[in-house]
């Protein structure tokens, strides 16, 4: 089995733990999710050597061979974790159309956690079980998506990801927490492990209940519902965005930074 050394990627493979495969390689580790050729970083390369090992070409002649037996995949995907200031090797990569994020890979053990003082209790905290919750989880994720996604595409990989998250819940290896008012789901946010490791998975709140304490309560309720053997949590936030604050609020410290890059086809671009 593959040993992935950066946290951030091995809470990754938390998430696809029931479907992932990981293959060793010199210079990166190839993770593969062949049930969801639309899940870009459940099928990419995590690098182990910096970007500039190899040119752009090289690094896309890699993906494509490891990727060629594997149907659907139309995207490329790379991460790996920054250990020093900005690389120009991603310029390569920008002017040609990929997605370059940096993002904080956070975490706290259960003794960090800081409850925050006042967390909204206006709305019920429930996980997602029926239907109709999922449907609702769908839109919502549907409709605050970033990127120019094909839609058919992007439905398609919300529909893997639902499959998932129930399939996890369903072996008691975590849970979609949702806020409601009344039947209405408002906000929600996924929490699941393996072994002492959990990772915490898009945390979203609707844009008229923004900044009223509900990501708070989300998570404080995640954390407080977690199995004791939990050791490591783990949360993602953009670089450059403010939810790294409010986690840092509730106890996490920045433990890395991660670094990808992605390109996949727009719902412009034709299919070959």
């Not at 998430?15 to 050729?37: A, C």
């Not at 250990?83 to 002017?95: G, I, L, R």
């Not at 699941?192 to 490791?197: D, I, P």
Request: net charge negative; with cysteine.
């Amino acid at each position: 089995m593959s040993t992935i050394r950066n946290i951030g990627m091995r809470s990754e493979v938390v998430i696809g733990q029931l479907q992932s495969q990981l293959d060793e390689r010199d210079d990166y580790i190839v993770v593969r999710t062949p049930s969801k050729p639309f899940y870009y970083f459940g099928n990419l390369l995590a690098l182990k050597k910096p970007l500039n090992h190899h040119t752009k070409p090289e690094w896309l002649s890699l993906f494509d061979t490891e990727f060629r037996e594997q149907p659907g995949i139309r995207h490329y995907t790379f991460s790996w974790t920054r250990e020093q200031e900005d690389d120009t090797s991603v310029q390569a990569f920008t002017d040609a159309g990929f997605q370059y994020e940096e993002m904080h890979v956070l975490t706290q053990t259960r003794s960090d956690f800081v409850r925050p003082g006042q967390v909204n209790e206006t709305v019920v905290y429930r996980p997602l079980l029926s239907d109709e919750d999922w449907q609702q989880w769908t839109e919502i994720s549907w409709n605050e998506r970033s990127g120019n996604h094909s839609e058919s595409d992007y439905r398609m990989f919300l529909a893997g990801q639902v499959a998932n998250y129930r399939q996890l819940h369903e072996q008691q290896l975590g849970e979609y927490l949702g806020a409601f008012q009344g039947a209405e789901l408002i906000g929600f946010a996924g929490l699941f492990h393996q072994a002492s490791l959990a990772r915490f998975q898009h945390v979203l709140v609707t844009p008229a209940f923004q900044n009223t304490g509900i990501a708070k309560g989300l998570l404080s309720h995640l954390i407080e519902r977690a199995p004791q053997h939990i050791e490591t949590m783990v949360i993602l936030a953009d670089e450059h965005y403010h939810a790294s604050n409010l986690y840092r609020s509730l106890g996490f410290t920045i433990a890395e930074r991660e670094c990808s890059l992605c390109w996949w086809p727009d719902e412009n671009t034709q299919s070959e």
